[in-house]
T-cell receptor, first 110, second 116 residues
Framework: GENVEQHPSTLSVQEGDSAVIKCTYS??????FPWYKQELGKRPQLIID?????GEKKDQRIAVTLNKTAKHFSLHITETQPEDSAVYFC?????????FGPGTRLSVLP | GAGVSQSPSNKVTEKGKDVELRCDPI?????LYWYRQSLGQGLEFLIY????????KSGLPSDRFSAERTGGSVSTLTIQRTQQEDSAVYLC??????????????FGPGTRLTVL
């Protein structure tokens, strides 16, 4: 089955700096990779996703890159703001199911 | 339109009692997922439905856990003889399904279960 690893588990950055979170997956058949942001006490919310037919996708300050050969994908947040502080989860599909990474707690320090 | 809803939002029960958790997916979404999230932890997959059938039940932690879905819509997750280790937030998510692509999951607000 699919296995998703995520690093780092915690990340602290100064406001305005960039943050990068990396995930690896094991199943070469995976073709859809969403990223979720979960604020304390709230539900996970999709922030960006990428399919295997592209290598990069951007949405304002957020971008995701995918390397299918190496089976890893990364979330990039530029110009971080305090409201970016949350837990971020990556995921990869396994057939129609999903496997989530263990999460990264991002703290943006003012 | 309306998102995924779950009820109750909070449930406190005594050890050994049975509980039922309900999920209303987004209208028209054929896929429905149940996850468990313990405090400060990641998302643990429990079960997935495509329509009314459950192709993947591999995540159910024991035979005390069961789930059903009727009419391709509402799903209930039942935990029998609850134990303290069942305490967690139970999240439901739904997605549409357009073969061969997987589509985005949308999460409900969760049910916080506390077993005393």
């Amino acid at each position: 089955g699919e296995n998703v690893e995520q690093h780092p588990s915690t990340l602290s950055v100064q406001e305005g700096d960039s943050a990068v979170i990396k995930c690896t997956y094991s199943d070469s058949a995976s073709n859809y990779f969403p990223w979720y942001k979960q604020e304390l006490g709230k539900r996970p919310q999709l922030i960006i996703d990428i399919r295997s037919n592209v290598g990069e996708k951007k949405d304002q300050r957020i971008a995701v890159t995918l390397n299918k050969t190496a089976k890893h994908f990364s979330l990039h947040i530029t110009e971080t703001q305090p409201e970016d502080s949350a837990v971020y989860f990556c995921a990869a599909n396994y057939g129609q199911n999903f496997v989530f990474g263990p999460g990264t707690r991002l703290s943006v320090l003012p | 339109g309306a998102g995924v809803s779950q009820s109750p939002s909070n449930k406190v029960t005594e050890k050994g009692k049975d509980v039922e958790l309900r999920c209303d997916p987004i209208s028209g979404h054929t896929a429905l997922y149940w996850y468990r999230q313990s405090l400060g932890q990641g998302l643990e997959f429990l079960i997935y439905f495509q329509g009314n059938s459950a192709p993947d039940k591999s995540g159910l932690p024991s035979d005390r856990f069961s789930a059903e879905r009727t009419g391709g819509s509402v799903s209930t997750l039942t935990i029998q003889r609850t134990q303290q280790e069942d305490s967690a937030v139970y999240l439901c998510a739904s997605s549409s399904y357009f073969s061969p692509n997987t589509d985005t999951q949308y999460f409900g607000p969760g049910t916080r279960l506390t077993v005393l």
